[in-house]
């Protein structure tokens, strides 16, 4: 698995340090469209923010990018940013599903993540934590090794 680094410049000033012990969910999100990782950094930029919010981000050709390092806290899911790591797929899962390339780079990429953070025990969507209807389709139910609840099966 390869992830495709970025030189991002970010507002330093606002990134703070992701505390590894604290890190117990990953949290899956769509975009709602389609683009490359620039214009989600540039966008989350003018919003004010440090710049990118999600840790990964899974083109639809199944390339995974580099977005926030993953040693700071994310901005992808309030009240839920300092205990978890965020990965995007691109589309928009109204109106398309994930493509098998995605899904199988998502599967690829939760493992890694659990072998950087050990206590991480759930795989969530967004709308599992917070009242929207990201990422409309179940991707936690496409992540390989859990439950219908985003449980690690042991």
């Known amino acids: 698995m390869e992830v495709i680094t970025n030189d991002f410049n970010f507002n330093k000033s606002k990134l703070v ?13 769509h975009r709602g469209g389609n683009g490359d990782v620039q214009s989600i950094h540039k966008q989350h930029l003018r919003n004010g923010w440090a710049g990118i919010g999600y840790h990964y981000y899974i083109r639809k050709d199944g390339q995974i990018f580099q977005g926030r390092p993953i040693k700071y806290v994310g901005s992808h899911c309030a009240g839920n940013n300092s205990c978890s790591i965020g990965v995007c797929l691109e589309g928009d899962f109204r109106k398309e599903r994930p493509t098998d390339a995605q899904l199988q780079s998502l599967n690829e990429l939760v493992p890694h993540i659990r072998k950087m953070y050990k206590n991480i025990k759930r795989v969530l969507n967004h709308k599992d934590l917070y009242p929207t209807a990201c990422p409309v389709v179940n991707l936690k139910g496409f992540v390989m090794g859990t439950n219908e609840k985003g449980d690690f099966i042991k």
Request: proline share 0%; hydrophobic share 55%.
């Open 17 to 29: 340090e992701l505390k590894y012990n604290k890190v117990v969910l990953i949290i899956l999100h």
